[in-house]
Structure formats: structure tokens, C-alpha cells
């Protein structure tokens, strides 16, 4: 068995395949993934339409184009078909799991948890889109807490966060994570920091957080021609090592109470 396994992760808000240019071109989204060859890829706003032609079930048939599985978390439907957020890998997945963290009556939000099955343990993966308003994307950080989801008793392996968090500036939403995750900071990585929206960056509204047990080798942007056009937002990419055998409940829990007592406030 090998002493460690190298996973590359994606998040990406693919605006619905709709591109700056106004042209809903799926294709496009596909090249792009294609050419980044992550492992895990959280995609946000994905609209399916089933039982139409290929193209409008966005889901399948981004999965089937690059050959990988996939769990779909409806939040809402539109026009005729689900829209939400999306996780693909080429790792077995275990289970799935979609959580509704709307809050204050505001458009529906959802938190889709996929556990999948890496070399020699599971991994966790939280897909989240947070809501734009401020007290309300705060409220939903909370409950991912909370309401025991992203920290929930029966997870037995590491845990991967990542999405679009809709916070503008650090606040909130961060501090809750970081209290309980690190982070993967751009700005230690990247002279360029800001995902949205991908023409002219000017926000950064996409994270990934992750256990500390979970070694960050890479974090980049990538921001070819493409992506720049295909969506409002550019795909944060992040290169992992997981050391074999470092997901066990007993070296989670120390691993996590370790982190506790320096996280900041």
C-alpha cells in the first residue's frame, strides 16, 4: 500500500454553462474540467433538465463527458428542471447526502455531503453554496455546525468544505470555518486572489476548507482564455496529500481538538 495518495480537488459556480457571452455551451465547462483532470470537482448552480437532449441535463452529461460518477443536491427546480450543486469524482462514491440550509426565507441553499471511498479510507466532501445576504450566509454557516452536518457522529474520515461562500470580505462565514477547518488561503499561494467574476476578478467568494489532517501541496486559479468566458466565476483548484491510514475517528479527533486549541477567533 502506498504511504500516501495525492488527490486534486475542484470547486466551480458554472453559472448554469451560461458564459459571459451570454451562450449556454455545457461543452465548454467540460473542456475546461477536462483540462484541469481533478479527481473530486464540486460544481454550484448546475441546472439538469432529464429526458431532453444530452446538453440540458447538465449533471450527467458533464459526468459522462469526463468519464467520472456523480451525486446531484436539488435545491430548487427551475424551469422545468433541478438546479443545485453537483459533485463528481473518479473515486467509488459511498453515499450522498443533500442538506437544505435555507435561511430567513430566502432562495433555497443546500449543503450536498458526498463520501467517497479513496485508497484505504473516506473522504468527505461538503459542497456548499451559500446566500448572498449577510445575515443570511452567516446563519447558514452556523448550521452546518450546528445542526450537526459537517460535523456529524457517524463521519469516520476527513473532511473536505468547498464551494461558493457569497462572502464578500473576511467575516462571518470564515471565521465560523476556521474555527473548525483550515483553510486554504490564496493569498498565501496566488499574487492573484479573486475568483469572481472571471473577466475582471474582483471578489473572492470561493474557499475550500479542510481537515488538518489533509496536507495542501497546491492551490491555483485557473484562468485560461476558456474560463474566463464560460461562467461568472473561475474554477479554485487545490492538490492534496493524505497520509494512508490518518483517517481514523481516534487520529481525527485529536487531529481536530489539536486544531482547536490554536484556531483563531
Known amino acids: 500500500m502506498r504511504a500516501y495518495q495525492r488527490v486534486r480537488v475542484v470547486t466551480y459556480n458554472i453559472h448554469r454553462c451560461r458564459g459571459l457571452d451570454r451562450r449556454v455551451r455545457p461543452g465548454r465547462i467540460v473542456d475546461i474540467l477536462g483540462k484541469i483532470n481533478a479527481d473530486i470537482v464540486a460544481l454550484q448552480e448546475v441546472w439538469s433538465i432529464e429526458g431532453r437532449n444530452r446538453e440540458e441535463d447538465q449533471a450527467r452529461f458533464i459526468a459522462e463527458e469526463l468519464g467520472l460518477g456523480f451525486a446531484f443536491g436539488e435545491t430548487r427546480r427551475l424551469n422545468g428542471g433541478g438546479y443545485g450543486n453537483v459533485v463528481l469524482t473518479r473515486f467509488p462514491i459511498h453515499t450522498h447526502r443533500n442538506y437544505d440550509i435555507t435561511a430567513m426565507n430566502r432562495e433555497p441553499r443546500g449543503c450536498l455531503r458526498t463520501d467517497v471511498r479513496l485508497d484505504a479510507a473516506t473522504l468527505h466532501v461538503f459542497n456548499v453554496h451559500l446566500g448572498t445576504a449577510l445575515l443570511e450566509h452567516r446563519a447558514q454557516a452556523h448550521r452546518l455546525f450546528d445542526e450537526r452536518i ?11 468544505v468547498l464551494g461558493d461562500f457569497n462572502e464578500w470580505v473576511r467575516g462571518p462565514v470564515s471565521r465560523t470555518l476556521r474555527s473548525h477547518l483550515e483553510w486554504a488561503d490564496i493569498r498565501s499561494h496566488l499574487r492573484r486572489c479573486r475568483t469572481y467574476p ?11 476548507y479542510f ?4 496536507t ?5 486559479l485557473y484562468q485560461e482564455r476558456t474560463a474566463v468566458i464560460a461562467s461568472d466565476h473561475l474554477p479554485l483548484v487545490a492538490d492534496f496529500r493524505i497520509k494512508a491510514n490518518s483517517f481514523g475517528a481516534a487520529h481525527q479527533a485529536q487531529a481536530y481538538a489539536s486544531f482547536r486549541g490554536s484556531a483563531p477567533a
Not at 150 to 160: D, M
Not at 199 to 208: E, K
Not at 211 to 214: E, G, K, R, T, Y
Open 150 to 160: 459537517v460535523n456529524h457522529e457517524e463521519l469516520s474520515g476527513a473532511r473536505i
Open 198 to 208: 472571471g473577466v475582471l476578478p474582483l471578489l473572492q467568494l470561493d474557499h475550500i
Open 211 to 214: 481537515d488538518p489532517v489533509l
Open 216 to 220: 495542501l501541496e497546491g492551490l491555483h
